[in-house]
Antibody
Framework: QVQLQQWGAGLLKPSETLSLTCAVS????????WIWFRQTPGKGLEWIGE???????NYNPPLKSRVTLSVDSSKRQVSLTLNSVTAADTAVYYC???????????????WGQGALVTVSS | EIVMTQSPVTLSVSPGERATLSCRAS??????LAWYQQKPGQAPRLLIY???TRATGIPARFSGSGSGTEFTLTISSLQSEDFAVYYC??????????FGQGTKVEIK
């Protein structure tokens, strides 16, 4: 049974950098994309980006210029960095996973517990 | 980009009753649709994928149907732990992370 455990700073000031890490325990680390989402009451669930163990990435275009995803396969960890945060980046951030391969496998079968990040001066 | 529309926004149901939730896609997503349950303070949990396949450990009272643009999630007999927000998600077209706005199932 895979488990995704997230952590990172929860309170940031405008212009600072958001940094979150997601550790994967159980299951395989390869063969999956590791995804980052955020959720706000106003915008719902928003996709940020995804990365696989081979460091292939996909980003949501509106966020692409500010987002960096990285992976450390030896530690089974994936990390999210979001630069130049504003109050609009206040959200609960989730890591999650989906299988690689055919489209029919692209549902999200596991989620981290979520991390509230607040941006305030 | 595909738009996923869920209805109703809120569904008031008594325990033991049936709940029927709808999800409509603005274009065909074939059967590449998932349903998730989210309780307050928790992450979403996968219930259904492939429009009708229950995920591991999901009780049989949850069932999904539909294909193309019209989908339904049915909870046959609501239990107290089923009161939550339910989201549909299409994963047929890129980007595969388009969710509906959610349906809140509340106690009547």
């Amino acid at each position: 049974q895979v488990q995704l455990q997230q952590w990172g700073a929860g309170l940031l000031k405008p212009s600072e950098t958001l940094s979150l890490t997601c550790a994967v325990s159980g299951g395989s680390f390869s063969g999956y994309y590791w995804i980052w989402f955020r959720q706000t009451p106003g915008k719902g669930l928003e996709w940020i980006g995804e990365i696989n163990h081979g460091r292939s990435t996909n980003y949501n275009p509106p966020l692409k210029s500010r987002v960096t995803l990285s992976v450390d396969s030896s530690k089974r960890q994936v990390s999210l960095t979001l630069n130049s945060v504003t109050a609009a980046d206040t959200a609960v951030y989730y890591c999650a996973r989906r299988r690689e391969g055919s489209t029919s496998d692209w549902y999200i079968d596991s989620w981290g517990q979520g991390a509230l990040v607040t941006v305030s001066s | 980009e595909i738009v996923m529309t869920q209805s109703p926004v809120t569904l008031s149901v008594s325990p033991g009753e049936r709940a029927t939730l709808s999800c409509r896609a603005s274009q065909s997503v074939r059967s590449n649709l998932a349903w998730y349950q989210q309780k307050p303070g928790q992450a979403p949990r996968l219930l259904i994928y492939g429009a009708s396949t229950r995920a591991t450990g999901i009780p049989a009272r949850f069932s999904g149907s539909g294909s193309g643009t019209e989908f339904t999630l049915t909870i046959s007999s609501l239990q107290s732990e089923d009161f939550a927000v339910y989201y549909c998600q299409q994963y047929n077209n890129w980007p595969p992370y388009i969710f509906g706005q959610g349906t809140k199932v509340e106690i009547k």
